[in-house]
């Protein structure tokens, strides 16, 4: 199971298609970052797709000489678009294919609007997903909730794009879900009345062990978002931001201008793919590396003395000003996050964040977060984030100092408003009435256990102890022990043997955290391969967005005591 892989089949084949000759690629917005996260332009102008335009942006010219390859997702607008271009075709022919099922209307309509008999082929593939890497996906979609309800726009989103992954993965899986989420429950019946009602399109070949489909709710863990990360693919969303591959650098001091967008793309960048899960430490020894045999390159590439080194110099340079640009950008990315862990004192915040999520004493995680209180040059943001993880991790504690924190932040460090309501905020999103498992409870038997077995085999980097609650689960799940009574099945079918492919699905987003673990399960768990997807793939500020929208229809009320403000 690969999700690069399944999409960039599904448009090798759209291209392939429509025969030799020269094309334009017409997409619309979601389909253009679907496109750009499998393909590089410079690997799908070798298949003669010359142009690339925008179905919704006007003022395209008429090019009758060029084959036209449409790629767009099934909505209305879309349509809308499509019927206007086929009544007045810029191009000489339409080979259309949609990323997913098209009712038989919409395809009468194009048909009605195509006076001219532009249009060669209309297809559904697929590819109704962002694809990140071999085993992760996205929606690229923040906001699922309102009130602990879905937004039913992104229901019917989240839908199509998680019955689009199993069509184009050819799977018709079990569908398990967490039972203390409605909105799980609610996606897990959505999509199976998909699958039934497009029973053919789901009548794969069955294999002896039927894959799952596991849908969780982020709620259950909000942990995971707001710790800061120290591998080089997290820690570079979480400080830097990725988005569709990109990081947007042009914030950073001196950077010059050809430097201002990167990309970083596993698929295109041997160092990044080999690095990506390397913790901070290793990374900095690995640019070393690489610095001192690009500077070795260099030299050779120096000595042009005769026709012979002129020639190997002409072969060798595209790939030695590939190198120079990796070079050049990893350099700077790693540099810029060296700069913002020092300026933010991020090691002192990350440490305390990981004695939150992961040890269970009260006075002593107080007491480190009132002293970083007092640190002018810890961000606001920051602070609130480690409150946030104290609320969620002390709410029950009965000498908890919730209020007095908030406070501190109100009064002492003039944070401003919007940022103070996340506190309140994330209990309501995912505090000890929104979770059914003791996420966060130090006195349960089996996470005593689980420390003893820890400070056993010793820690071995303070800043990367806490794992994610979805690592436990798919443990759970794959050794068959993840209980029926909190992850129902949907329907008869049960699963009673060892599952081998497992599709995981996290509404309200993932973390690069999580698909790390999901990566080593892949590598150590023989017979087993997982895939992770989710409404979007999270960092702490997007997270925090996402509990904003979450819980913005309700109204937190403050108490006002003299010069104190209470939640």
């Known amino acids: ?175 398990r879900y967490q039972n203390s989420s409605e909105m799980a429950k609610r996606l897990a019946e959505n999509v199976r009345q998909i699958i039934m009602r497009e029973a053919a399109l789901f009548d794969f070949r069955k294999t002896d062990v039927a894959p799952i489909l596991l849908i969780l709710d982020r709620r259950e863990d909000p942990v995971t978002p707001l710790l800061n990360q120290w591998t080089y693919q997290a820690m570079v969303h979480e400080l830097l931001g990725i988005n569709n591959s990109r990081i947007n650098l042009s914030g950073v001091p001196g950077i010059p201008k050809d430097m201002h967008d990167v990309v970083l793309s596993a698929e295109h960048d041997e160092f990044y793919s080999r690095n990506m899960y390397l913790n901070f430490g290793e990374i900095g020894s690995n640019i070393k590396d690489l610095m001192e045999d690009f500077q070795q390159k260099s030299k050779s590439q120096a000595k042009v003395e005769s026709i012979a080194d002129m020639k190997a110099f002409v072969e060798t340079y595209p790939a030695f000003k590939k190198m120079s640009g990796n070079v050049s950008k990893h350099v700077t990315v790693v540099s810029e996050l060296s700069r913002l862990v020092a300026l933010y004192s991020l090691m002192d915040v990350s440490e305390c964040e990981q004695e939150l999520a992961c040890h269970g004493d009260h006075s002593q995680s107080l007491q480190k977060i009132r002293v970083l209180l007092s640190n002018d040059k810890i961000r606001d943001v920051d602070l609130v984030r480690l409150v946030m993880l104290y609320a969620l991790r002390y709410e029950k504690h009965s000498n908890n100092d919730i209020s007095g924190l908030l406070s501190a932040l109100q009064n002492s460090r003039r944070v401003p408003e919007n940022l103070l309501k996340m506190i309140p905020a994330v209990l309501e999103y995912g505090g000890h009435k929104a979770r059914s498992s003791d996420l966060l409870e130090s006195d349960n038997p089996i996470a005593l256990t689980k420390k003893f077995l820890k400070g056993l085999k010793g820690v071995e980097n303070i800043y990367t102890q806490h794992v994610p609650l979805l690592r436990d689960l798919l443990d759970q799940l794959i050794k068959g022990k993840l209980r029926e009574g909190s992850f129902p099945y949907l329907g008869t079918s049960q699963l009673r043997d060892r599952p081998q492919d497992i599709v995981v699905f996290v509404i309200g987003g993932v973390t690069y955290e999580e698909a790390l673990s999901v990566d080593f399960l892949n590598r150590n768990t023989p017979g087993v391969r997982i895939i992770l997807g989710g409404t979007t793939v999270h960092n702490s500020e997007s997270f925090m967005e996402e509990v904003r929208l979450a819980t913005q229809s309700l109204h937190f009320v403050r108490k006002h005591e003299s010069r104190t403000t209470k939640w």
């Open 1 to 175: 199971m690969n999700v690069i892989l399944a999409v960039k089949q599904y448009i090798s084949k759209m291209i392939e298609d429509s025969g030799t000759g020269m094309k334009v690629l017409l997409m619309d917005k979601e389909t253009t970052s679907i496109v750009s996260m499998v393909y590089s332009q410079s690997e799908i102008l070798q298949k003669e797709v010359f142009l690339f335009e925008r179905i919704d942006v006007g003022g395209r010219e008429t090019m009758k000489h060029l084959k036209c390859v449409c790629f767009l997702r099934p909505t209305k607008e879309n349509i809308d678009h499509l019927v206007k271009e086929l009544k007045s075709p810029k191009y000489g022919l339409y080979y259309i294919y949609f990323s997913n099922v098209i009712s038989k209307q919409d395809v009468k309509t194009l048909a009605e609007a195509d006076d001219q008999e532009a249009v060669r082929e209309v297809q559904e593939f697929y590819g109704d997903y962002v694809a990140i890497s071999p085993h992760l996906m996205s929606l690229n979609v923040v906001g699922c909730c309102e009130g602990g309800n879905w937004v039913n726009s992104v229901l019917q989103r989240t839908v199509q794009g998680l019955t689009s992954l199993l069509l184009s993965l050819k799977k018709c899986p079990t569908i």
